[in-house]
């Protein structure tokens, strides 16, 4: 019989539906063959070690983590009642802070309450005015910065392009060395 | 406590968060052995269990009863464990060196010889690609028949077949080589 049939045989035995006959066959081959009695003795030696290995117990904690991260997550599902808190909530604080502004804080400074809807319709429109003064400004000395930068610009372009073009030489070669140094690592292990 | 897993997995449909606990507590040795045989060291197992009972749950809904619960959670984990095993590849892993169940009647010395073999295997298990190494952890460690391997899998009894031979063949190689380098070394220290 052939080695290659007694590797099928093997198989079969510990697959566990070996029939008798076939077991016979396959000890008494392995009587006359070593390579395939050493297989078979080196196979079964490991199965049955992956047989033995021992359940340990899970830590004690697991438990009470899993709890807790499944009851957690519910709380991600906001839920309507929730939501109409939360919205509640948010208005009152809106209210609370007008009438902070209006009533307390403008007082202090010696400005009208203002309790009409054209009052705060002015210091929104203040507030506008504010802005836009504040973008003028800035966009001014943007344009300082803009002309500063034209300046460096036409001054150091040359200089500037052989920079960038030395910094890309360096990183290429770099790649390259480190590839060809995985590469390596790779055949060796190999 | 006694109720059956259906019983229990409808409670937790219905909103009884408290009652997946008794399904984490029956099932929490299984997944985790499972993960820690698959994974080869603890935190990750205690990771991927987690993680496991937490997609269980999420997914209670989608049980289909005609299974087996414990076929069904160990699809879950197994999927889990793959994913882990192939996103850190390229990495190193430490393999956990523990080794409980030694029968007291043994000498020191066949303790320390049964340790060895243990070592090797598991080191030698470790190596396998982790589509093999599933399927020996479920079949020889698991005591799973081909039925369930395939509903955990969800591959063809000829593939499950075809695979666990392969895995075997290659574990034999593993082991014979092994067994060769430490002839080897020893050769060389005398």
């Known amino acids: ?3 290659k049939q007694i590797s099928n045989l093997m198989m079969k035995y510990f697959d566990g539906n070996i029939s008798e006959l076939e077991l016979e066959q396959l000890l008494r081959h392995n009587q006359k063959c070593p390579p395939c009695a050493e297989e078979f003795e080196v196979l079964k030696d490991a199965l049955y070690e992956v047989e033995m290995l021992p359940d340990i117990e899970p830590p004690i904690e697991l438990t009470a983590n899993i709890m807790a991260a499944v009851t957690n997550q519910k709380h991600f599902h906001v839920n309507a009642r929730q939501l109409m808190c939360w919205a ?19 007082p202090m400074f010696g400005i009208a309450p203002i309790v009409s809807f054209q009052g ?23 344009g300082k910065l803009l002309v500063l930068r034209n300046i460096i610009f036409r001054e150091y372009t040359m200089f500037m392009f052989l920079w960038v073009a030395a910094f890309i030489a360096v990183g290429l070669m770099l790649y390259k060395v480190m590839n060809m140094k995985g590469k390596s690592h790779i055949a060796g292990l190999k | 406590m006694d109720a059956s897993d259906i019983e229990i997995i409808n409670q937790c449909i219905g909103g009884d968060t408290e009652a997946f606990e008794h399904l984490v507590n029956r099932y929490k040795k299984l997944v985790f052995n499972t993960a820690y045989r698959m994974m080869g060291n603890r935190e990750e197992a205690e990771d991927v269990t987690q993680e496991a009972f937490i997609r269980i749950y999420n997914s209670l809904s989608r049980y289909n009863p005609e299974f087996k619960f414990s076929t069904w959670a ?23 060196e523990q080794f409980n169940i030694f029968d007291d009647d043994l000498t020191p010395e066949e303790q320390f010889l049964r340790k060895e073999s243990q070592k090797q295997v598991l080191a030698a298990i470790n190596k396998l690609p982790e589509k093999y190494k599933e399927f020996i952890i479920l079949f020889h460690h698991r005591n799973l028949s081909y ?22 063949q290659m574990l034999k190689e593993y082991l014979i080589n092994a067994d060769k380098e430490s002839e080897k070394v020893c050769n060389a220290s005398k």
Do not use: H, W
């Not at chain 1, 009152?92 to 804080?105: A, D, K, Q």
């Not at chain 1, 929104?124 to 000395?141: N, P, Q, R, T």
């Not at chain 2, 075809?162 to 075997?168: D, E, M, T, V």
């Open chain 1, 88 to 106: 509640l909530g948010f208005v009152g604080l809106v209210l609370f802070t007008y009438n902070m502004i209006s009533y307390v804080v403008f």
């Open chain 2, 74 to 96: 160990l699809k879950i984990t197994t999927n889990l464990c793959l994913d882990n095993i192939r996103k850190r590849k390229g990495e190193t892993v430490p393999i956990d």
């Open chain 1, 1 to 3: 019989m052939q080695c």
């Open chain 2, 147 to 168: 039925q369930e391997i395939m509903d955990i899998t969800g591959e063809s009894l000829t593939i499950v077949k075809n695979r666990l031979y392969r895995a075997r």
């Open chain 1, 120 to 142: 705060a319709l002015n210091v929104l429109y203040m507030l506008v005015e504010k802005i836009k003064d504040g973008f003028v400004a800035m966009s001014l000395s943007l």
